[in-house]
């Protein structure tokens, strides 16, 4: 018992100095790596304004005269009386714009370990802000002496004329929520739309960001997503084609690929279901070409397929399989060897094996398949 509990007690003890080595790492490389910039000191002072701001509220009455005009302007929460109007509408600043980011910063940091809803939340931050700026107006007015009941008396009004002008502005937004709530596609899925094959960034409630694999951002308006494909919904499919010599028995072949699948499952860890024998899928001038598909994730594919091609090449020369090109042959014919009874035998309950394990591969035409 003592000596479980002492390698059990090194164990904790090297895992905690191992990950305090991974802390120190990442703090050296992030100090090795940093770079001063204006953006980088803007948001330290933005920090800093609002941290003193926060200490200035909770602890005020405590640090100012109640007789104070300036902690009168700060608060804005305590009685009326006089005030400063630019430190009132600092102060108003401040608040407003700060608990919008504080509230949108808790938002998404909620959503990170979330898989699917976080469309919702990108929806809920833009609201989130807009909603700050548009109280922060009224606020701003109020303080400078503007009526602003009757501003809110126009807004009936205002809407309806804008509403008329800015159609293509609602239906953006409309779209946006349909988008989020009907479950169309979420931030982090992969979709094409248009040609432009890229991952949600972000939903917003007047367009929606698509990054491909090159970095690039593609903006599109939430009304035109009108003919979109979520790649992501249901698995994808990873085709393998490749090519064997006509001289080559194709039942030899078959046989010795049904020996190989599991092999080549096992080493491609992102397959979820296959690989499977499609059969011939083209008598080229060259080849007999045959098929393979795998099913995976759409965010693996390219990489099973490039897995896969180099998987069946690593199979064919274990098994002596030629992969041919075009050639003029000047030698005599390469002597194959023949199928056995055995191997035909094989064959046949393989390729019908196939066919059966396949089922549930989607088909399409010989360009998609």
């Known amino acids: ?69 300036f902690w009168h302007s700060l608060n804005f929460f305590g009685k009326y009386g006089e005030f400063n109007v630019v430190v009132r509408i600092i102060s108003y600043v401040i608040f407003f714009l700060g608990a919008s980011w504080i509230v949108r910063a ?107 694999t090159g970095g690039n951002i593609k903006i599109i308006n939430n009304a035109n997503l009108k003919e979109v494909i979520n790649m992501t919904n249901q698995l994808s499919l990873a085709i393998c084609d490749i090519g064997i010599e006509y001289g080559e028995s194709l039942e030899r072949v078959e046989a010795i690929m049904k020996e190989e699948l599991p092999k080549i499952k096992a080493a491609i860890p992102d397959i979820k279901d296959g690989p499977f024998y499609k059969g011939v899928s083209e008598l080229g001038d060259s080849a007999v070409v045959i098929r393979f598909a795998a099913n995976c994730e759409e965010g693996t594919r390219y990489q099973v397929e490039r897995d896969m091609n180099r998987q069946f090449k690593l199979a064919f020369d274990r098994n002596n399989i030629n992969i041919p090109f075009p050639q003029i042959v000047l030698n005599q014919p390469t002597e194959f060897e023949d199928v056995t009874k055995k191997q035909q035998k094989d064959a046949k309950v393989f390729v019908q094996e196939q066919k059966e394990l396949s089922k549930g591969i989607a088909e399409g035409d010989s360009n998609d398949m």
């Not at 479980?4 to 164990?11: L, R």
């Not at 003890?13 to 120190?24: L, Q, S």
């Not at 107006?137 to 809110?152: P, R």
Request: hydrophobic share 55%; aromatic share 14%; glycine share 8%.
């Open 1 to 69: 018992m003592q000596l479980g509990w002492y390698f059990k007690a090194y164990a904790q003890k090297d895992h905690a100095k191992k990950r305090e080595n991974e802390i120190m790492e990442k703090i050296k490389n992030y100090f090795k790596n940093f770079k001063f910039t204006l953006d980088f000191a803007l948001k330290c002072a933005a920090y800093l304004v609002l941290i003193a701001y926060a200490i200035m509220m909770a602890f005020g009455k405590f640090m100012f005269s109640p007789l104070s005009t």
């Open 106 to 212: 808790v938002l998404k940091l909620l959503a990170k370990p979330l898989k699917k809803g976080k469309a919702i939340v990108e929806i809920f931050c833009s609201l989130v802000k807009y909603a700050a700026v548009i109280v922060l107006l009224f606020f701003v007015l109020k303080s400078l002496g503007v009526d602003t009941s009757a501003i809110l008396a126009g807004i009936g009004i205002l809407g309806l004329v804008v509403g008329l002008g800015a159609q293509p502005l609602i239906a953006d937004i409309l779209a946006g929520l349909f988008i989020v709530f009907e479950k169309v596609f979420d931030v982090g899925d992969i979709i094409v739309y248009n040609g432009f094959r890229g991952t949600v960034k972000e939903i917003g409630i007047r367009t929606t960001q698509i990054v491909d």
